[in-house]
């Protein structure tokens, strides 16, 4: 952010740039190749023309800011600072041949909350496979799951905090994956059992 505050952008502009221009344009892919990044590179300001056309058209002239057009150097050092800011993330070619390059749409943080997705799943499972009847009483089993564990306070290294879902989340989360099944006894208590 400072670097863009240096070279004269605007936070507001470049999420502007970002909302109204770059997700439109890449609207419905999960990522994009170089190619199509020179493409739109060639087309991004007469796409910005036309955005700002159809919204004076729907008569949101004055209510939306009008796209700025700009140039091709300040649209790759734009796409920079979404790669250093989290939202882009380098694809680099696989394969023998070396594959298409290009980027991911990404959140910042985004692979942290997939492992920690994940972490629950493994540790709801196997608390469930050790139990005799492989199966627990939901309210232990969801107070037992979630948690988010803090570094130590002690360690001079200054550590990420763990994040750990929520036993709610992991056990909703694998009923809707039917690797779990809900058993409600007469006196009303549920019970999470495995699926055969």
């Not at 879902?165 to 006894?185: E, M």
């Amino acid at each position: 952010s400072s670097t863009l505050h240096q070279r004269g952008y605007k936070v507001n502009a470049l999420h502007s740039w970002l909302t109204m221009v770059v997700l439109p344009y890449f609207s419905g892919k999960i990522w994009f190749s170089s190619g199509a990044l020179e493409s739109f590179y060639e087309n991004a300001n007469s796409f910005s023309n036309q955005r700002n056309i159809a919204s004076m058209k729907n008569g949101h002239g004055s209510d939306h800011a009008t796209i700025k057009r700009h140039t091709l150097s300040q649209m790759k050092e734009m796409i920079q600072q979404f790669v250093h800011a989290g939202l882009l993330l380098p694809r680099r070619g696989v394969g023998p041949s070396g594959g298409l390059q290009g980027y991911w749409f990404s959140l910042p943080g985004l692979g942290r909350a997939a492992k920690s997705i994940v972490d629950g799943r493994s540790n709801l499972l196997r608390r469930l496979q050790s139990s005799r009847y492989k199966e627990k009483k939901r309210s232990v089993l969801e107070h037992e799951i979630g948690r988010i564990k803090h570094p130590s306070t002690t360690t001079t290294n200054a550590k990420k905090s763990k994040i750990e879902q929520s036993g709610k989340f992991v056990v909703l989360d694998l009923l809707a994956k039917g690797w779990v099944s809900i058993h409600t006894t007469c006196t009303g208590e549920q019970f999470v059992r495995l699926t055969d």
